[in-house]
């Protein structure tokens, strides 16, 4: 084991405890610069325990006060966040010697109802309600079955000593409060309610499991792959019950908040095309679904073919074009959406690759009269992701293919051709 030890009177227990139980142990401490003389008497007193048990002690300083200023963080963050980091870094460490190791921790069981009347009054769903668990990735807590009561009756009948942290007194830390003032008051009304808050935290664990599993089953049925994107069918979500933690449940995965919940569920009855954003993705009313899709990059705007012949990666996709003077009438007949043969004499360079935009209008291939490409998008039923993957390629000024759905009939290939240009595109995306 790693033990963190403060020298506090819980992590001195759990010291002495492995060290009766012959589990061959080292200890780490942190000294977080917080409190002075304070912090240098607790550091000097973990010392002297190591010394005395004869074990291996690790100590580490934080300049804590000035990593919470760079990190706009809490006091109690960055200590968090610096210890865990250096605890890692001691188990990579061990690890590599050879030795397999974990991390104990002396969290007992008023930590754990400590934050579960945190999270419960700073509003939280079930998973914050277990308290603190016994076991997580490589830490394990063989404390948190006892109280604190019972861990300082175990270190007076054994004559330990050990060190009080005066921050622990101050009440204008959350958690401090709620160790003096309320789990205090409840017990004066109710004198077992912190076993009682033990045993409910206990049946919450086990009333999660099932709500997961409740939760894998819907996620199943109604979350589903489809190129590159996940398809949401929205009668059936509006027939799930219940409804909104369900759309709480397969939206939370990618970085929706729980108030927007309301909004996807608005999408609903809203006309395709509607959506609601997060950071990285968006919800998008297509017909009969809802769409969950990143967010597309921006990409660059115009992208020049100056020669008539050549071979580059785009934002659109791999392209690769040349000019030939020979060709067969029958192989572009049976040309696939992702190639273009265009009539080379009725170019002019440079061609210009870009995103459409609206008011884009092309003379579609055998239709010969003008058409928006927003109305042939419409009309191909293009969900809004798909609509802004679709880029199109101009010469002077003129829209001569909608790359892998639509040429223009202005400059196909006709019998009285002399050269033409032949362009393939190797996207993968949109498809007519």
């Known amino acids: 084991m790693l033990l963190a030890i403060s020298g506090g009177v819980d992590s001195v227990v759990l010291g002495h405890l492995l060290l009766q139980s012959g589990i061959p142990f080292e200890m780490s401490h942190c000294n977080f610069m917080l409190r002075g003389e304070e912090s240098e008497r607790d550091e000097a007193f973990v010392r002297s325990l190591a010394h005395q048990w004869q074990v291996p002690l690790h100590v580490k300083h934080f300049d804590t006060s000035a990593y ?16 865990y980091a250096w605890f890692s870094q001691l188990l ?8 397999s190791t974990r991390l104990a921790t002396a969290h007992h069981a008023n930590d754990a109802v400590e934050t579960m009347l945190f999270n419960l009054m700073r509003g939280t769903g079930i998973e914050g309600l277990h308290g603190i668990r016994p076991r997580r990735e490589n ?33 204008r830390y959350t958690r401090n409060f709620i160790r003096q003032q309320i789990v205090p008051a409840a017990e004066r009304v109710f004198p077992a309610a912190l076993r009682n808050m033990m045993g409910t935290m206990a049946r919450l664990t086990e009333a999660e499991q099932l709500y997961h599993q409740a939760v894998s089953l819907h996620r199943k049925k109604l979350l589903l792959r489809v190129k590159g994107q996940w398809q949401i069918p929205v009668l059936a979500l509006l027939k799930a019950q219940p409804v909104r933690t369900i759309t709480w449940e397969l939206i939370k995965p990618f970085g929706f908040s729980e108030g927007q919940v309301d909004e996807v569920l608005k999408l609903c009855h809203a006309d395709s095309g509607s959506f609601v954003q997060a950071a990285d993705w968006r919800i998008i009313r297509h017909r009969r679904w809802l769409l969950v899709a990143p967010l597309a990059p921006v990409a660059s705007t115009h992208i020049l073919l100056e020669e008539p012949a050549g071979r580059m990666n785009t934002p659109a996709g791999a392209l690769a074009w040349t000019t030939l003077s020979e060709f067969d009438m ?9 190639e273009a043969w265009l009539d080379a004499g009725q170019l002019q360079y440079p061609l210009v690759l870009r995103p459409w935009k609206a008011g884009d209008y092309l003379y579609p291939l055998g239709l010969r009269k003008k058409k928006k490409v927003a109305r042939l998008l419409i009309d191909l039923k293009l969900s809004k992701p798909d609509k802004e993957k679709v880029w199109v390629l101009e010469s002077n000024k003129k829209i001569v293919w909608v790359l892998g759905l639509r040429l223009d009939d202005r400059y196909r290939v006709t019998d009285s051709t002399r050269a033409v240009f032949h362009l393939r595109w190797d996207a993968g995306h949109v498809t007519s």
């Open 68 to 83: 919470a200023d760079e990190q706009g963080v809490s006091i109690q963050v960055a200590a968090r966040t610096l210890r």
């Open 92 to 99: 990579d460490g061990l690890k590599a010697k050879g030795i």
């Open 139 to 171: 830490i394990i807590r063989p404390l948190i079955y006892a109280t604190r009561d019972e861990i300082v009756r175990y270190a007076s009948g054994a004559g330990l000593s050990w060190v009080e942290d005066s921050s622990n007194e101050s009440s």
């Open 330 to 338: 029958n192989l572009i007949r049976k040309a696939s959406v992702h």
